[in-house]
């Protein structure tokens, strides 16, 4: 496929593992923690993660599995 | 794949089972109890479930079967 | 696949086959009734069903054929 | 599949056909009529059917092709 | 596949090739005029459309693709 | 398959290829341009293209490649 | 398959690599910034990219992976 860039949109997970991370979900959710895994479907797990509300700490959420089609964007934080 | 992290998201739902979990669904719903079992889609079977508005106990039900596609997330509790 | 539980969400609408159960389905209507059949889809058939607004009766509608992918959960009543 | 229930869901379509089904629709919309034809992914056919709000009569609409990821739920009336 | 019916919901279609038909989209949108073309997604075309709110004429849209995903009912008109 | 009509939707994308085409999508957006390519999934192609709001132009957008899966029509303007 | 156009949509996301765009997402969340990858599900990945409402800069967001599923529109800026 010759129209593809040789960068991958999912290098970004890759190169965040470990790395903070802002997950910003459907329906006005938003996560922000350690990236410590990933799949192809876009689920993705944080640690030390915590739900925000308009950038303020809603709740500690520690561990949270995120389900891939649920999220908007990704942004290394 | 070489992009895929060695961890993957689902281990911590095999590392749940029997423990107490956290479940985000769409439309603001809450779940929490005691993972029982989980399959690829996300489909979880909780047990001694509560249902829970704004963090209070709405109502008790017990053994209950969730839907993969309505998860939001899933927290180890 | 070694990550899945040996128990599997559906053995709970296998076990449920006769019995009275709680359907929750997107758009905050509830359903309650006998689990008369069930299939991969989650697509289920209740016998003697009553549509729950409240937790209260708002009608009863008999036998009714649930299209799985508007549950949101299942529970053995 | 040893999980699945003998009868199946789908057979409830069978059995109404020729006669009188209330069919839910995803956005609150109710339609009556006799069930004419269906096929695997729910699309239903039916004749002399009334589109119902509350209960009530809202229009005639006749024959009518409904599009089965819109159903939530029929009913044998 | 024995539980089908012998008729098929997509013979409306067929029968309705040419022909007025009305057409209920998700988000209360009516479209009516004669349908020229269908394929299996139920991607439709009509010609001589008008677009319709509370059954009035909102504006006449002349010949149209419409996606069938978008598609709650069609009903021959 | 029998019950196709010779024509096909698609074709009148084919046929409006660098004409003008009024295209709404889903949420109550309306975009108008010429049509400059299009695929299978309906993704759309369009240059001078307008975002209109009521009819009225609320910006010029220029060229857009617009999702398929967010139209719900195409109507040649 | 002859009815399609010899120019691809995805042309427009090819041409437009290393330079500005700004994409639309449901739910009225406009992103700009510059297109540093993509793949075949319109995942995304901007470069010094903010966040807009109605046309302001509402945060600045850096790199960023937008989920393909969630793009309305996107535009060479």
Redesign the interface.
Known sequence: ?I???E????????QS?NNPV?IR?????E?RGTL?????H????LEN?DELVDGQIKRK????????????????A
């Open positions: 496929m129209f593809l860039a960068r991958r949109p999912f290098d970004i997970l890759n593992l802002l979900l459907k329906g006005n959710v996560v410590a895994s990933f799949d192809v876009m689920n993705l797990v993660a959420i520690g561990t949270v599995l995120l389900r891939g089609d649920t999220v908007v964007y990704v942004s290394p």
